[in-house]
């Protein structure tokens, strides 16, 4: 149970809103930006959701995502808590930020940015990350051209393989999108289906074989 749901939340932790565009449905206009909301299902049921706020100012983008997970039969089976800051000039991460209470097991991870590659500090570890590295929070198409991951709940290395699948349509409450379909594989234990209209998340998939075959989503709330 703990180990499927954590991964489902490293897919879940944020979107986006494109730079200058309308809010899109599904994202309501605050002063500091937008926010978007994903509703968390497994195998369609509803375990909770992820409320993320998109800051753009100049060329800095700060991302803001709180996710609240938690996976009832009669009693509380599973919970996940995670709060992720990330900030991004143009194309370049600056800064990244998890807080994770992992069903009890709490992990704190920073990265930031070095002429060597991102520096990590992991539960209290430090270690440096290959060039181009970038967490796998997933906010936009950014990681589409990384070839190294960081899994946001604990600062792990992931090598990845990402595949464009093209043009899909995925439907937000009644609505029908247009969309763009990416596969990412990490291993054996992490693979994401993710879809994007434009730069905005509005769609993840996950059925592995570390999901015990449950069907986990979150879906863009219109």
Do not use: C
């Amino acid at each position: 149970m703990k180990r499927f749901t954590a991964l489902a939340i490293t897919a879940l932790a944020v979107g986006s809103v494109g730079a200058q565009a309308a809010p899109p449905k599904g994202t309501a206009k605050t002063e500091a930006g937008s926010q978007l909301v994903y509703a968390v299902t497994r195998d369609g049921s509803p375990i909770g959701r992820t409320i993320v706020d998109i800051d753009r100012s100049g060329d800095t983008t700060t991302v803001t995502s709180k996710t609240d997970i938690e996976v009832k039969v009669i009693i509380v089976l599973y919970r996940f808590k995670q709060d992720v800051t990330e900030t991004w000039k143009g194309d370049q991460l600056v800064s990244f930020k998890s807080q994770t209470d992992d069903n009890g097991t709490n992990h704190d991870v920073s990265i930031t940015s070095s002429g060597k590659g991102p520096t990590i500090v992991a539960d209290g570890k430090t270690s440096t990350a290959p060039a181009g590295a970038v967490p796998a929070s997933f906010w936009s198409t950014r990681f589409a051209k990384a070839k190294t991951l960081i899994h946001p709940d604990n600062g792990r290395l992931m090598t990845a393989s990402v595949k464009d699948l093209g043009p899909d349509e995925v439907t937000v409450g009644r609505t029908p999108r247009k969309a763009e379909h990416y596969k990412v594989s990490a291993g054996k234990d992490y693979d994401r289906d993710l879809w994007y209209d434009g730069d905005q998340l509005i769609r993840v998939r996950i059925k592995d074989a570390s999901t015990q075959g449950n069907l986990i989503g979150s879906d863009l709330q219109q």
